[in-house]
């Protein structure tokens, strides 16, 4: 049988082939990107917040797969580093991307109705992508006043957009980040055609990063996929393949990720490359593939979140899966309980555990956001 390309994705910002439990987001990313294409004005931002490995860097791709495919706009892309200033690279992202739409070809505006897909800047192509560079001198935000004017000048003069995707929000300066959403709300009165998206963990919601701006966004907090929506992600890219996945084998695997995005990704890679001589993956590809993901987990997202973790973090941690395993829910207070503490004084260090993605909660109890994290803290 000839090779056939393994249609899981369980790279970092490699967008699934089925992007299962998302439509509300999808369906909200392209209204605003519609609203500023067609009725000519500025939406107002998307904002994505959620663990690591819920699909927000995907979901940023995706937007700018859109923009681009039906419009033909460039995305400005950025990531932000900790302990960094944004705005320098921001000013040079804005800056490359009005040379690019000064040195493209004038044509005329298509509807939506009537574009085929190409990817990037009418006449041009391509994404703007940058490496960090070092910080320039002094406050830099008074150039970015210009420079965002600039674009949204050239935007309009061509009956363009651009798409401006915030990776790592969470990461900014307050001060930074309202200097930014003040120029943003500026643009929205002045009808720039820029559809602005950020991503960032939990702490993007937190008042040390909150700004007035981003109050009226359009929030979406990301979490663990749906039994059903689990399945849809791991039968249909196999069908789509030519190799469906026998329910058995769907189930089995829709176990073993526990909702976790990047999981199922994982899982069903594995899934593939065990019925790599078969016509159907079947029960026998599933469950050699459940060993073969969980080493991948231990090693790499199992060992970087208790590294990272303080000493009080990895005690709580290590409470919480004693009591999961005892077969009582994991709650502050049982936690608490497990710890000899009173839940008051555990506060600070559950909630930033669950800033940081490494827990999540379900009405009062606690769980690993990364399925199978349990077990491997309990064989330490």
């Not at 929000?169 to 943003?184: G, I, N, P, V």
């Not at 689990?230 to 789509?240: C, F, I, N, V």
């Not at 309980?337 to 004084?345: A, D, T």
Request: glycine share 8%.
């Amino acid at each position: 049988m000839s090779r056939v390309e393994n249609p899981y994705r369980p790279g970092f910002n490699e967008i699934p082939k089925e992007l299962a439990g998302r439509d509300d987001v999808l369906e909200d990313l392209r209204d605003a990107i519609e609203v500023a294409a067609l009725d000519g004005r500025m939406p107002r931002p998307t904002l994505l917040v959620g663990a690591r490995g819920v699909g927000k860097t995907v979901l940023l791709a995706e937007a700018g797969s859109i923009a681009g495919s039906r419009f033909g706009w460039p995305r400005i892309q950025i990531e932000m580093r900790p302990e960094t200033a944004f705005t320098p690279d921001l000013i040079d992202a804005v800056e490359r991307t009005c040379n690019l739409l000064q040195d493209a070809r004038p044509r005329k505006r298509m509807r939506a109705e009537t574009v085929t897909v190409r990817a990037g800047l009418p006449g041009v192509g391509g994404e703007v992508r940058f490496a960090r560079q070092a910080d320039l001198a002094g406050d830099p935000t008074p150039t970015l006043r210009p420079a965002l004017a600039e674009l949204a000048g050239l935007l309009i003069q061509r009956e363009s957009g651009a798409i401006l995707t915030v990776d790592e929000a969470h990461l900014a300066k307050r001060a930074e980040l309202a200097a930014l959403a003040a120029l943003l709300q500026e643009g929205t009165g002045d009808r720039w055609p820029l559809v602005v998206v950020f991503a960032g963990l939990l702490p993007m919601r937190s008042p040390d990063h909150s700004v007035t701006y981003f109050e009226r966004g359009s929030w979406h907090e990301l979490g663990l996929l749906g039994r059903q929506d689990t399945l849809r992600a791991l039968r249909r890219p196999a069908e789509d393949a030519g190799r469906p996945m026998d329910d058995d084998a769907a189930e089995l695997l829709a176990d073993a990720c526990g909702g976790y995005p990047y999981a199922v990704q994982l899982y069903g890679h594995h899934a593939w490359r065990a019925s790599a001589d078969q016509d159907r993956i079947e029960i026998a590809a599933a469950q050699a593939a459940l060993p073969r993901a969980q080493r991948e987990l231990e090693r790499g997202l199992y060992a970087a979140r208790w590294t990272a973790a303080s000493p009080a973090q990895k005690r709580y941690l290590l409470a919480v899966a004693a009591v999961t395993a005892s077969g009582s829910p994991a709650t502050a207070r049982t936690v608490a309980e497990e710890l000899g503490r009173q839940p008051k004084q555990l506060s600070t260090v559950r909630d930033s555990l669950l800033k940081q993605g490494t827990l999540t909660v379900e009405g009062d109890e606690l769980r690993f956001t990364i399925p199978g994290m349990s077990a491997y803290l309990l064989a330490l």
